[in-house]
């Protein structure tokens, strides 16, 4: 049996579902406020049952994902809902909100001068990682 496809497993999983737009958890809920999914013996988050059943998603033994929602339910379920971010993407979208933010000018002159590529932004951003000592994610 492939886990990941199971018809039976994602019939129970939705059996705890309430489909409004979010899937609101029915099941079990951990002390934390999370769902919980128990199948076949197993006991998982059930956003992360969510992904995995229904996106293919399996985090598990990857230290660098993390699941978040784009909505701010911590009940929901909904697979198009949850999504997977790896620690460099966030570290990298800090960054560069922070770069924004500390050097609002450099992106005033470049959205003034309609430069087509974005190579002179991207050098000064390189160059404040640089002056400010960040350390970029590779
Ligand atoms: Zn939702």
Request: with cysteine; proline share 3%; glycine share 6%.
């Amino acid at each position: 049996m492939d886990i990941n496809m199971s018809m039976e497993e994602k019939e129970e999983f939705l059996k705890r579902v309430e489909q409004n737009g979010c899937w609101i958890w029915k099941g079990n809920v951990n002390s934390q406020g999370y769902g919980r999914f128990s199948y076949g013996g197993k006991l998982e988050l059930a956003h992360r049952a969510s992904a995995r059943i229904f996106k293919g998603i399996v985090l598990e033994g990857r230290k660098d994902g993390t699941l978040s929602r784009v909505c701010s339910n911590p009940l929901c379920v909904n697979p198009s809902h949850i999504e997977v971010a790896f620690k460099k993407d966030v570290v990298r979208k800090a960054l560069w909100s922070q770069f924004v933010k500390e050097n609002p000018e450099e992106l005033t002159r470049f959205r003034r001068a309609k430069i087509e590529n974005k190579n002179e932004l991207n050098r000064a951003y390189n160059e404040w990682i640089e002056k400010a000592h960040k350390k970029r994610p590779d």
